[in-house]
């Protein structure tokens, strides 16, 4: 009989011995809501997250064996702006450098599109911050800049 840990273990291994492989494409509104509810994130309407797919200029997933374990998106005008979103791998996936690999392509993304003094922006979760730095990202507030303000719109 497995036990939740035995069962943790087993698809760790799987991972392990299967490749993950990255794919520049959007997300599926059915993969964002899943994902967002695995890393216990609040979720949007399904209708809504469906409407907003093609919102993002750009979106990576990484997947195993088909199916999306981590994904970001990236939305803004493409070339002057962009706001890193949703950066999410599931929690048996973490810690594999899952996250440093979607990173890694959205920044070649950037660096292929952006113009001269392009604005790069996110909010890392509380104690994920330093995930980001390496790619150059600022916590804020910090020297002519003031702290990242958000809004949740409730109806």
């Given at each position: 009989m497995h036990t939740r840990e035995s069962e943790r273990n087993d698809s760790l291994s799987t991972v392990l011995d299967t490749e993950v492989l990255l794919v520049d494409r959007h997300p599926t509104a059915w993969e964002r809501i899943r994902l967002r509810r695995a890393v216990g994130w609040r979720?949007?309407?399904?209708?809504?997250?469906?409407?907003?797919?093609d919102g993002a200029v750009f979106g990576v997933c990484a997947e195993v064996g088909g199916q999306a374990v981590g994904m970001v998106r990236v939305v803004g005008d493409g070339r002057t702006c962009f706001y890193v979103h949703e950066v999410i791998v599931h929690p048996e996936y973490q810690g594999m450098g899952v996250g440093r690999?979607?990173?890694d392509r959205v920044m070649e993304h950037v660096a292929e599109n952006a113009c001269r003094n392009a604005f790069v922006a996110l909010i890392a979760e509380e104690g994920k911050e330093g995930f980001y730095e390496p790619f150059g990202f600022l916590r804020l507030p910090c020297d002519g800049h003031g702290s990242g303000m958000e809004r949740y719109w409730e109806r």
């Open positions: 979720t949007h309407d399904p209708a809504a997250v469906e409407e907003s797919v690999r979607l990173m």
